[in-house]
């Protein structure tokens, strides 16, 4: 074996254990308020067949899946002329069959449509695990990352929409979250709304600018609009709807006259009161929970595949992008031959939670902590004499360690602090004499004598 | 988009909620017993750069790890005359930079070297990831699998090995396996045997033979060592070896008389006595474990790099290879260029746990449960009246759903019992006007009449 320099490759990570400790702590959130909503957890193989996932994310979308090269004398197929042409996209196909996963959602569509069968609809999922893009790396956006999705599929109601803004409540809650705004919007609105100004064609566009309001300002996005088609006519049509302010009541009955000619529009606006209806009722005895929902016109994500309802929620404090998205697609599964199959689904964005947990100190100390007691090592003596006192620790369930050899106190002691074992035990003479260890509290500095059973009974 | 018919690469899986709730329970166990001892979690990026994992598994392993095509136009870089070769084994450098992980061994040591100044050593690490081999798929052997390890780096000593010992002992015993063999051997010994025959070259051949004992019989033994370069007297100085029988302290002495011109068999045998020594101290309160650590001359797996003692652990209720292994190498970070750093480690045969598990029957009812309680819904005044409740159960930890329509009791019954929900709530007229609701438990089939209240009560 040569040597090599290790490095990684570029945009991806190692976790470190005080990393995986809060990753774990996030991810163990989100997934238990995910059970609590009937949601059961599946996985699916990091790798698909290519053609799994060609056609699904657009040409550039394509561009950013890491396929696969073929294994054995893979060069033995393929067409000398293709070779020598160098058309690496057309070589692709001949070189590489698989992929890995570039998002959760085809994956599952392609899960539903085979085991169709097996599945008791409306089938709630959940599924937490990474997924890959040749994406240029930069601060935040990473090749290898984890996306965090529940999604339903085979139920229209819309209570569902409204369980995923509980639980988007319930998860940024628990994970210590105080100010956040769960926006929501309609497919159907923004579709009522081309409508009215007589550009239904144009409704890519319209939202695509609308959608900027936040970055560009009423002007820009006025800029945006005449550049993609629209007269200024339309725009003074459009500005009460961009600009709709004050509760969600006012906003949705100012949208009810605006789209009072258009059946779709209404019908938006009908899903959206029921959504709100549902919520009400559920936390009938929560009264601040509304008040962080948010009907906002000028949300769009994702539009090209979602037919109703859209979700993005926003931390207020802190400077972040969304922390987490979703709606409602009526055509997940088309892709693979199983039409009119309706699914609502939300993502978290684990990465920028866990840097929003960070900046704002919400890291729970329990959430930074592996060992609980390191027993020191000071001779032969004092090892023989902790042996079975550190499987009492563990029977006990306390996670426990023995420093693994006879070193320096310092040494032992700088083990503890950079693993944060929040208590070492002492065990010298004395102590193996009187039956008394030191304890000593690493965070106070400490130190006290006590019996093995009292310490046991402390660190439980 | 064209409609495609969804498969999955060969050799590769999707898990259903059934079977990821019994890998959670699998991989929980160990990670929380991992925990325990002391080892904290990392993870590792599923790609390495190809030139971290080349040359590290041998020729043949170097043609089983998937390499990923380079992005972009990755033909243009290539020479022209290495295309037209069709040297797909050349060319491979030049398409594929990045690779996907092969084992959590090679990325460890990675890990290890790049993170030297922040590690507090010895460093206790455990990792549960999927790992690829471009190996031909057959009945239990996947082209994507997890594997499940825990390793100290940077501590000679021996508690490190019986700890792994008590390891196994804790993780399997929780998973309700009752009967099964933690064979031990080291390396050392093997090579006190092969000095004492005067062949210490052949010691790879020598333990290759050996360890088929159980598959080919002494005759069988017999006969390959012929083949391999050993002579008739050579085999009957190895035959009382090889057929050592009785217990622990009985082969250990018979081997002390055997090897006792060879130094490094000596320390072998004097490390085995340590770390049962370690074992015995650890656990005087529990005298079946060390009934089940078994000496065994035999066991050679992964000779190659183990230097020390070699693990590894077989069920014996269930007919099915090794479900755990592991050992001792004295170099394992040498490949990056780190030297003299010892570590020791075990593996858990998830796969194979779950086989055994499954065929033993021995998954716990929990481990099979999602949502605990459904709620019926028969029409919109029973919806209304079941949202709060819905609500009350979640706010006491109560894993709910309400059937998101109204449907026919029938449906909602198949839904529950696909789920395996061992509850459902019926809500009537007669129910919303006493306020009693009907408890029906889905295995007994028995109902019942009580107040919310009552029903928290219960399934709490």
């Given at each position: 074996m040569s040597v090599t320099k290790p490095s990684l490759p570029k945009g991806t990570r190692d976790f470190s254990p005080q990393e995986m400790v809060k990753r774990n702590y996030i991810f163990d959130t989100i997934k238990t308020v995910f059970r609590k909503y009937g949601y059961a957890e599946i996985q699916t193989p990091?790798?698909?067949?290519?053609q799994t996932l060609t056609g699904k994310y657009g040409d550039e979308g394509d561009k950013l899946i890491f396929k696969i090269l073929n294994s054995g004398d893979y060069l033995a197929k393929v067409d000398e002329t293709l070779l020598t042409a160098r058309n690496s996209q057309l070589a692709t196909s001949k070189l590489s069959e698989k992929a890995l996963r570039y998002d959760l959602t085809v994956p599952f569509a392609r899960y539903v449509v085979m085991h169709q069968s097996e599945i008791a609809f409306p089938f709630k999922r959940f599924q937490v695990q990474p997924v890959w893009r040749a994406d240029r790396p930069q601060k935040g956006r990473y090749r290898e990352f984890y996306q965090c999705d529940a999604d339903v599929v085979g139920s229209p109601s819309l209570l569902n929409e409204a369980e995923f803004i509980l639980i988007y409540h319930e998860a940024l809650s628990k994970l210590g979250l105080k100010d956040f705004t769960i926006k929501i919007n309609n497919r159907k609105i923004l579709s009522g709304i081309a409508e009215i100004i007589g550009k239904p064609e144009l409704i890519v566009d319209m939202t695509v600018a609308i959608d900027k309001l936040d970055k560009i300002g009423l002007d820009g996005v006025a800029k945006e609009l005449i550049e993609r088609g629209f007269t200024e006519a339309d725009i003074e049509k459009l500005k009460p709807v961009i600009l709709l302010e004050g509760a969600n009541v006012a906003k949705l009955e100012s949208l009810k006259a605006v789209l009072s000619t258009s059946e779709t529009g209404l019908k938006g606006i009908e899903e959206i009161e029921t959504v709100f209806n549902y919520v009400n009722n559920l936390v009938s005895d929560n009264p601040t929970l509304t008040t962080q929902i948010e009907l906002d016109i000028t949300l769009a994500r994702g539009l090209n595949y979602y037919t109703g309802c859209i979700f993005e929620v926003k931390t207020n404090e802190v400077a972040m992008g969304s922390i987490g998205g979703g709606g409602r697609y009526d055509d997940l599964t088309g892709m693979f031959g199983?039409?009119?199959?309706t699914g609502v689904g939300i993502s978290f964005g684990a990465d920028r939670i866990y840097d929003v947990l960070e900046e704002l100190n919400l890291f729970p100390t329990s959430a930074q902590q592996g060992t609980k007691v390191l027993i020191s090592n000071f001779d032969e003596n004092a090892e023989l004499y902790a042996l079975p006192l550190l499987q009492q620790f563990r029977t006990a369930n306390i996670a426990a360690e023995l420093y693994p050899s006879s070193a320096k106190l310092k040494k032992q002691m700088s083990y503890a602090d950079a693993k944060h074992i929040p208590y070492v035990i002492l065990i010298g003479e004395e102590e193996m004499q009187n039956n008394l260890l030191t304890l000593k509290d690493m965070v106070s500095g400490e130190q006290q004598k006590l019996a093995a059973a009292e310490i046991i009974e402390r660190l439980k």
């Open positions: 990091s790798m698909e067949n290519l199983l039409k009119d199959l």
